[in-house]
């Protein structure tokens, strides 16, 4: 199977609820992403947690990172219908830059 | 102003015909990267550039060239075109020198359909 593994595979929920989307992946990795893919579009970057990083925040934005479990999640609180697109967990692993993407969550925000 | 740019935004083609899509980044990146996106969303890296030189290159069969003139351009050339290259392709770039790691920025992608 893929290194970073997402569920759930859709996600949807109203407009102010919390939505959370969770990746595994295999190997030690030196930090982990999530970026944002609006349909028809590039991917954006959201967030970035190192290795060494158990929690991030930004904005409306929570990411965890357990290493022991090599899993992480993805918090969005309080979302909105602009929230609507696919989410994707990547993780960069060894001496170079390359990254590996998740099978990707489709959350539909309703408003 | 576009940071990651991509030429064309769709690309029809007949099977076995050659095709390139370019690839422009203004932000001063030194790496850059080629992605594929099948029809599922999954997303692979095919290529990496470092500097203009190849650092990255993933099981891709040989009909895909990569072409670094310079930093700031990677351009992907593919030859004899099959109806499994259908697909969006997607550049990005990142500042990866001197062992920073980082976000990778995307370009709008280039959606090639293969007939």
């Known amino acids: 199977s893929q290194q970073g593994e997402e569920d759930p595979q859709a996600l949807s929920i109203q407009e102010g609820e919390n939505a959370t989307m969770n990746c595994s992946y295999k190997?030690?990795?030196?930090?982990l992403q999530w970026y944002r893919q609006n349909s028809g579009r590039g991917l954006v970057h959201l967030i970035l947690?190192?290795?060494?990083?158990r929690e991030k925040h930004s904005g409306r934005l929570r990411v965890t990172l357990d290493t022991s479990k090599k899993s992480s999640s993805l918090l969005i609180t309080a979302s909105r219908a602009a929230d609507t697109a696919s989410y994707f967990c990547?993780?960069?692993?060894?001496?170079?830059?390359?990254?590996?993407f998740g099978e990707g969550t489709q959350l539909t925000v309703n408003p | 102003d576009t940071a990651v740019s991509q030429t064309p935004k769709y690309l029809v083609t007949q099977m076995g015909n050659d095709k390139s899509i370019k690839c422009e980044q203004n932000?001063?990146?030194?790496?850059m990267y080629w992605y594929k996106q099948d029809s599922k969303k999954f997303l692979k890296i095919m290529f990496s550039?470092?500097?203009?030189?190849?650092?990255i290159n993933e099981t891709v069969p040989n009909r895909f060239s990569p072409k670094s003139p310079d930093k700031a351009h990677l351009n992907l050339h593919i030859n004899s075109l099959e109806l499994g290259d259908s697909a969006v392709y997607f550049c990005?770039?990142?500042?990866?020198?001197?062992?920073?790691?980082?976000?990778?920025?995307f370009g709008p992608g280039t959606r090639l359909t293969v007939l």
């Open positions: 947690i190192r290795s060494n990083e």
């Open positions: 990005a770039s990142s500042q990866a020198a001197s062992g920073r790691r980082g976000e990778q920025f």
């Open positions: 190997t030690s990795i030196n930090n």
């Open positions: 990547a993780t960069e692993e060894g001496s170079g830059s390359r990254l590996t």
């Open positions: 550039y470092n500097n203009k030189e190849l650092i």
């Open positions: 932000l001063g990146h030194d790496t």
